[in-house]
């Protein structure tokens, strides 16, 4: 029979190659035979959060509490899963105060209400509380990289993008990995296994420009076939001596430690590594740039009606809610304005279809000669064509943003909905330049913002 440290080790290597299922079961087995030990019990509940089963963990911290432990880790483990479950509920719960009261210098407590505060749109306060956890105990990984998010959501691009660069230095000659990213310094290669969402990676690819103009690495990526089509048509071509594109099946079969998975917070530590500086000088000069470049975009102001694509859902099943439009009021702002209107949206119903048809008639183009949702080149190409796009975040928005189409995103003034990288209008900050975001109230007219974004589109161009 396995002790409980050998249990342990073997949850460890479950949980490291993803199979969380079977880590839970060992961690939980390991808790067994070392009661209330605070490390088994952060794993077991990492693993429900991780298969996205909060409810089940709440239900297990109780039992931990009814058979007598106690401990600061599992009251905060309890205003962590709350946050995940309805973090609006919890910040003004009588539990989130009990906690503050107890442990408001406590880091992981810091941590949290650090995170909660950005989703009421107090960013000065959250960068505050995490310079106390920064001069107290220190910042892990997640935290430097939320921080330099705060930092850059209030507009201070030095302090962000120093914080967003800070991970743990790349030993020479060697393989280190962190944020699930291997780095191969002998071959000054970078090699990614893609495994992110696909506005995150369309972000990544957009400033591989800036890299590769910084810098003489070389970079793999192994994608999925929808992204594997757009590189090669987009990127392939005017980089292909320092960038390759495979298909993922390819990195999942070989099994080496040069084939990686990455996540987009791990851009810092790619920049840090090989463009130093190149990230900060870039985001510096969108931000005093205009906002669309006239240069790139002639076809705007031609004759005739305005040509717009539209986009007003999200399908993130974690988000979409908070992100998307419902579709009248959305269009309400079109309508009596000479505009024809294109249909981006990938998973429209024919009952949305329809109802678009009714309103705007001819001036419609449901534009459904391929799949949306998988030809990300063709897709492209028809956005390239257009006057501007207006939508919510989404990978449609994303890919506007690879093009050099004004674009216009609507996100929401705070909370879950707004990404970190649509940043306030006011700091000038701009990860596209071209992709310009208008943020809406929770009772904000979608008439207002559409009118707002078209006035702006023509004093701009």
């Not at 396995?2 to 949980?15: C, G, P, R, S, T």
């Not at 009990?98 to 749109?121: M, N, Q, W």
């Not at 985001?283 to 705007?300: A, E, G, H, Q, V």
């Not at 705070?414 to 649509?422: F, L, M, S």
Request: contains cysteine.
């Amino acid at each position: 029979m396995k002790n409980a440290k050998q249990l342990f080790d073997a949850a460890v290597i479950e949980a490291d190659s993803g199979d969380l299922e079977t880590a839970l079961g060992l961690f939980k087995e390991s808790l067994h035979h070392s009661p209330g030990r605070d490390s088994i019990i952060q794993n077991i509940a990492a693993c429900y959060l991780g298969l996205h089963r909060a409810e089940e963990l709440l239900t297990e911290i109780q039992r931990w509490r009814d058979f007598g432990w106690s401990s600061p880790t599992i009251d905060l483990l309890e205003l962590r899963t709350r946050v995940s479950l309805d973090p609006d509920d919890t910040y003004s719960s009588s539990y989130y105060k009990y906690c503050a009261e107890r442990y408001s210098t406590h880091p992981t407590f810091v941590s949290i209400d650090a995170l909660l505060l950005k989703r009421v749109g107090n960013y000065e306060a959250a960068r505050k509380q995490y310079r106390i956890l920064k001069a107290n105990s220190g910042l892990t990984n997640e935290d430097l990289f939320n921080y330099s998010v705060f930092n850059l959501l209030a507009g201070d691009i030095e302090e962000g993008i120093k914080y967003y660069e800070c991970r743990p230095s790349i030993k020479a000659n060697s393989f280190q990995r962190f944020d699930q990213t291997f780095v191969e310094n002998s071959t000054r290669t970078i090699s990614f296994y893609s495994e992110q969402g696909i506005g995150d990676q369309l972000l990544f690819f957009s400033l591989m420009p800036i890299i590769l103009r910084n810098s003489d690495w070389h970079f793999r990526f192994y994608l999925d076939g929808r992204l594997l089509d757009l590189a090669m048509t987009f990127i392939a071509n005017e980089y292909e001596k320092r960038v390759r594109f495979f298909p993922a099946d390819q990195g999942v079969q070989a099994q080496s430690r040069e084939v990686v998975r990455y996540g987009l917070c791990s851009l810092g530590s790619v920049l840090e590594l090989v463009a130093p500086g190149a990230l900060s000088r870039e985001l510096t000069r969108r931000k005093d740039s205009r906002i669309f470049d006239l240069s790139r975009t002639p076809k705007t102001k031609r004759s005739g009606s305005l040509r717009i694509g539209v986009t007003w859902r999200s399908s993130s099943v974690s988000t979409g809610a908070l992100k998307s439009a419902p579709i009248e009021d959305f269009f309400e702002g079109f309508m009596g304005r000479d505009l024809d209107i294109v249909n981006l949206q990938h998973d429209a119903s024919e009952v949305e279809l329809e109802f678009l048809r009714d309103r705007f008639h001819s001036r419609f183009d449901p534009c459904d000669a391929y799949d949306k949702a998988n030809d990300f080149v063709k897709l492209t190409k028809s956005i390239e064509k257009l006057d501007a796009v207006f939508g919510v975040s989404n990978s449609t928005i994303h890919l506007a943003g690879y093009t050099n189409t004004p674009t216009f995103v609507f996100v929401p003034k705070v909370g879950q909905g707004r990404h970190w990288y649509w940043h306030p209008p006011e700091t000038g900050l701009r990860w596209y330049r071209n992709v310009h975001p208008i943020e809406r109230a929770a009772d904000g007219k979608w008439d207002d913002l559409i009118s707002k974004s078209l006035k702006l589109l023509n004093m701009e161009t």
